[in-house]
């Protein structure tokens, strides 16, 4: 069987598989197995597919995830590209809405 790696057929296959998808989740959740045998097959099948997964040679995560800096991220970020903490956020990051509510995020 072969292996689909590109996200934008993976994605468009989940889409068509959608009812498919939902159908293997209500069946996982009246297997009758414990959750550490059902952990154990599922992390089978995750050693197997994922060896054959390049993540830098794909980058779509880089390119469509955006990730949320906790407060010491920001002066690591910072730090690592050698630049004021100001300057790292004006010129790489956006503040999340949370940070209107007190909980610094960028
Ligand atoms: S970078 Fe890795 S985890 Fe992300 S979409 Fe590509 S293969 Fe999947």
Known sequence: MRLEIDPKVVAKLAEQCEETNWQFRTFLKGVDLEIEELDTIVHRYYEDVASQINCCACGNCCRSVTPILQEYDVDRLATGLNLSREEAIKRFLV??????????MY
Do not use: E, V
Not at 95 to 104: L, N
């Open 95 to 104: 503040t999340d809405f949370r940070a209107r509510y007190g909980d610094i």
